[in-house]
């Protein structure tokens, strides 16, 4: 009995080891496999699988021409952000030459674009007019992505010609998004007034075919234009003139209160300007867009602090505003602590990062909140404090400049106290309970408006069937009915049957 147990040990300790030696070799196989995979593709089978995916892409553009429905085009469009990305010179002169006709006038001009010595002559397959079009456009997209500007514009006028000339429904998402990068183009290469007209044009054209993607795409780069050569009038003006296409796409509507927002803040609208920034926040994709937010955010941080109120720890915490956010937080901790020569110290630091956000103008307003701010703070600290201090305390030049800042502040409802001229000193009055004011009932209103605008957005939001759908449903009453009646009829028609047996 010991002799077979020492054997079976034996043979289990050499069918653990195989085991073990089994386990081993699946490991490194599995690493191996996992490395071959992480191998990357070589250039000619991402192309071979690009132009797969472009074929579908084409295949679902020409169903759309066939169907006339123009929901199948924007499928399409939702995929260029990943296309774009494997596009190359030999795979566009191989769509060009497979599915751009003849007959194309602009298809010379698109192949001396993307040369390809080894390329083939191939008989271009019969397309509609917008497979050419999104053919065109892939390649105004890879020389905007390729930095060749130069080429870019001729390739983009070329392009739009041929948009203009097309007026089917099925056109109006592609041409909106043509007309993007056209101007795209012109913005990348420092021309961007040139486009300007034609953009006018067009936007009239789309409001009279009722385009309404064309209309939102065309307002938007319109307004683009104006603010980015600082012409917040004539922005102001297009504005007044025109009507946004409410069943626009949020992508959309976000960029039109973005621009709203940024021409009233200018204009020191400050209340108007912080709801719509708000929205164009809330109506921005959630996990995308990250470019947009961070924009977005910015300018509301300020004219939030221009408004004298405190903009929320939480947006300071993001985990893609961290960094971003920066000196606008160093910003904020200087507004809230009246701290002019912090503030100024944060201003001179980052000034070059607040020029390119298109904030420094507005920034350069909250220096008068930095004052009021440190007023409000010696108010209540003290009851009484000669200017001379006030004006030591805030950094201010002289004690005749914290006089007038004062008076300005009793005069804006900041503060609660009294000058005494002659003597130079400030008198602070007794606080007064808050609750005894109006603040609580317009804070309150504030909130109700807000949950009542969230709402009535909801509402819009909204899709239903068409009127149509409701013709064909029964109610239950008239159902049950119906069902009786055929019940009675097949009982009638039974007892006939047993009649006619008998």
Excluded: W
């Excluded at 084409?58 to 169907?67: G, M, R």
């Excluded at 470019?291 to 408004?307: I, N, S």
Aim: hydrophobic share 35%.
């Amino acid at each position: 009995s010991t002799s077979s147990q020492r054997q079976s040990s034996g043979i289990n300790a050499e069918y653990g080891m195989a085991t073990k030696a089994q386990k081993k070799q699946k490991v490194e196989d599995t690493d191996v496999e996992m490395k071959e995979s992480d191998a990357p593709k070589p250039q000619a089978e991402i192309d071979a699988l690009t132009i797969e995916d472009i074929k579908d892409h084409i295949s679902i553009i020409e169903k759309s021409v066939v169907n006339k429905e123009p929901r199948f085009v924007l499928r399409v469009l939702r995929q260029l952000a990943s296309t774009r990305k494997r596009l190359n010179d030999a795979l566009l002169n191989q769509l060009i030459k497979a599915y751009i006709s003849d007959t194309y006038e602009f298809k010379g001009n698109l192949l001396g674009y993307f040369p390809c010595a080894d390329s083939k002559d191939e008989k271009p397959h019969a397309r509609s007019v917008l497979t050419e079009i999104y053919i065109h456009l892939l390649g105004l997209v890879s020389l905007l992505d390729n930095n060749r500007i130069n080429d870019s514009i001729p390739c983009a006028q070329e392009l739009i010609s041929r948009v203009m000339s097309v007026n089917k429904p099925t056109m109006h998402s592609l041409g909106a998004r043509c007309f993007f990068y056209y101007s795209r183009a012109f913005e990348m290469a420092g021309r961007l007034h040139e486009a300007r007209t034609l953009l006018h044009g067009r936007l009239r054209t789309s409001t009279l075919r009722h385009d309404t993607e064309g209309q939102a795409m065309l307002l938007n780069l319109l307004l683009r234009n104006y603010i980015h050569y600082n012409l917040y009038e004539q922005a102001e003006k297009l504005i007044s003139k025109t009507t946004f296409p409410e069943n626009a796409n949020n992508n959309e509507s976000a960029r039109y209160l973005f621009y709203l927002g940024k021409i009233k803040a200018t204009q020191l609208d400050y209340s108007e300007a912080f709801k719509n920034l708000n929205q164009a926040i809330r109506k921005a994709p959630q996990n995308a867009a990250i470019g947009f937010k961070q924009a977005a955010t910015k300018l509301l941080v300020v004219v939030q602090l221009l408004l004298g109120e405190v903009p929320e720890r939480h947006i300071f915490r993001d985990q893609h505003l961290r960094e971003p956010l920066q000196p606008y937080l160093q910003l904020t901790q200087a507004v809230l602590a009246g701290d002019l020569a912090k503030f100024s110290s944060a201003l001179e630091k980052y000034s070059d990062k607040f020029m390119k956000a298109g904030t420094l103008t507005l920034i350069n307003r909250l220096r008068h909140n930095v004052i009021k701010t440190g007023i409000k703070s010696v108010a209540l600290s003290y009851s009484r404090i000669s200017l001379s201090d006030v004006a030591e305390k805030l950094q201010l030049d002289s004690p005749e400049d914290a006089e007038y800042i004062i008076a300005k502040a009793i005069h804006d409802g900041v503060i609660e106290a009294t000058i005494d001229h002659e003597k130079g000193y400030m008198q602070s009055n007794d606080s007064a309970n808050v609750y005894g004011t109006n603040e609580p009932l317009k804070a309150y209103h504030e909130r109700i408006r807000f949950c009542l605008d969230i709402h009535n957005h909801s509402i819009k939001a909204m899709r239903f069937p068409p009127k149509s759908y409701n013709d064909n449903l029964e109610d239950a009453q008239k159902q049950r009915e119906r069902e009786q009646q055929d019940l009675e009829y097949a009982k009638e028609i039974a007892e006939e049957e047993d009649d006619g047996m008998l």
